[in-house]
């Protein structure tokens, strides 16, 4: 049992807790719908079972996905469909960090080695980074699987949760509620706006690289888009202002599914002629994704706080 603000010494959380009709026993982790729940909150647990869930299906597809005789697009479709979704199932939902991102791509490295017919020790001793094996496969990297599979899932809950309902409260302006200052030093060490925080810069990050460093021409007003996705905290008025992200999804739907979901900032053809079906489009968020932002760059220009507040103030 879990309680904002409270030390669970405290309150005596390892006690049975009594309902109607019997009890309930404490225990630190349980099983629900195939994900890992922990009585410290933590998703490591989470991670690890998703990693095994993965492996586990590795052994049934190693076979197809480094046969020779398959076409690359088919073993890609059987990564994303039969292996990508167990290693990710429910990371939309989890409070992420950068080193739970790390362990997600470490786990991935296995199905890269598998397409690749290598082991470990070929990787090592060939320094053949997962970077590259991505690149020659054309296969988004896993921060990028995440933020896709994240981002369509705050659509959702925008689009279709009650306005009070506590998946809606955690997005948005009602963030200010969830300030971690306002409560004890005890209460949540982490918590998912954050992690939204983060996914929101990283979009806005590559977004500015490819347009102002990059100089890349796009067909929509980036700067308005750049500060729509970093409205989500530091200042009052940026958390209150009414030109934030969410107004993207309820304004601009497509918009957000093709430029902040998938990542895709190159003009669209223009005229009827040169119109994309929807099979084109699907194949070209499947091979092409979001400019990686180096992050030696980063370092040289100041970190990301410098390079936040210069893209807040792009004119």
């Not at 807790?17 to 195939?34: D, Q, S, T």
């Not at 971690?180 to 005890?186: G, P």
């Not at 992690?195 to 796009?218: N, S």
Request: hydrophobic content about 35%; overall charge positive; glycine content about 6%.
């Amino acid at each position: 049992m879990y309680i904002q603000g409270e030390q669970t010494a405290d309150i005596q959380a390892t006690q049975p807790l009594e309902v109607p009709g019997g009890w309930i026993r404490f225990v630190e982790k349980y099983k629900f719908l195939g994900s890992i729940f922990t009585n410290d909150l933590k998703v490591d647990e989470e991670i690890k079972n998703r990693r095994n869930a993965m492996l586990g299906n590795l052994q049934q597809y190693k076979d197809a996905i480094s046969s020779k005789h398959l076409s690359l697009a088919f073993r890609k479709i059987i990564v994303r469909v039969c292996l990508d979704e167990s290693l990710f199932y429910g990371a939309e939902t989890m409070t992420l960090t950068t080193q739970h991102i790390k362990a997600y791509e470490s786990a991935r490295l296995f199905v890269l080695r598998t397409m690749r017919r290598i082991t470990r020790m070929d990787q090592n001793y060939h320094h053949i980074s997962g970077t590259r094996m991505l690149n020659e496969n054309r296969m988004a990297t896993c921060g990028e699987k995440i933020r896709r599979r994240t981002f369509g899932f705050w659509k959702k809950i925008i689009s279709k949760a009650p306005l009070h309902s506590p998946e809606r409260m955690l997005m948005g302006m009602p963030y200010i509620l969830w300030d971690d200052q306002a409560f004890q030093q005890e209460g949540r060490a982490r918590n998912y706006a954050k992690t939204m925080t983060r996914y929101l810069t990283e979009r806005a990050l590559q977004l500015y690289y490819y347009t102002e460093i990059l100089g890349k021409h796009v067909d929509f007003d980036h700067k308005a888009l750049i500060k729509k996705l970093l409205r989500f905290e530091g200042t009052n008025a940026d958390r209150a202002s009414q030109e934030n992200w969410m107004q993207i999804i309820q304004h601009s739907p497509k918009q957000w599914e093709w430029v902040v979901k998938y990542g895709q900032f190159e003009p669209e053809p223009e005229g009827e002629e040169t119109t994309e079906t929807e099979k084109e489009k699907r194949k070209k968020r499947q091979n092409t994704f979001a400019p990686e932002v180096p992050t030696g760059w980063i370092r040289q220009n100041g970190g990301m706080v410098a390079i936040r507040q210069r893209m807040r103030n792009l004119a």
